[in-house]
């Protein structure tokens, strides 16, 4: 039979990586860029989106000699 326990507190939610990201998202200003060495062109588009939703910034993403590099548009 499972016993039943009282008083035990309930442990707090982890959700997301808490302003962690592996890219610079919230540190470019319009105009700056980063290259993503070896990176998916589709990989990176679907984190600039994701990063537009979090944070109301766009990004435009361009495969270049040695990865991809994603600017800063709004």
Known sequence: MIEIEK????????RG????????WRDMAIGDSFL???ADI???AASA???RKR?????AC???EGGVR???IE
Do not use: H, Q, S
């Not at 008083?7 to 982890?14: A, Q, R, S, T």
């Not at 302003?19 to 610079?24: E, H, I, K, L, T």
């Not at 944070?55 to 990004?59: A, E, Q, T």
């Open 17 to 24: 990586r808490k302003g962690n990201y592996r890219y610079p």
């Open 55 to 59: 944070l109301g910034r766009r990004f």
């Open 70 to 72: 994603v600017w800063r």
């Open 62 to 64: 361009r495969t270049v």
């Open 49 to 51: 989106v994701g990063a």
């Open 36 to 38: 993503a060495p070896d």
């Open 42 to 44: 589709r990989y990176m």
């Open 7 to 14: 008083g035990i507190p309930l442990p707090e939610v982890k």
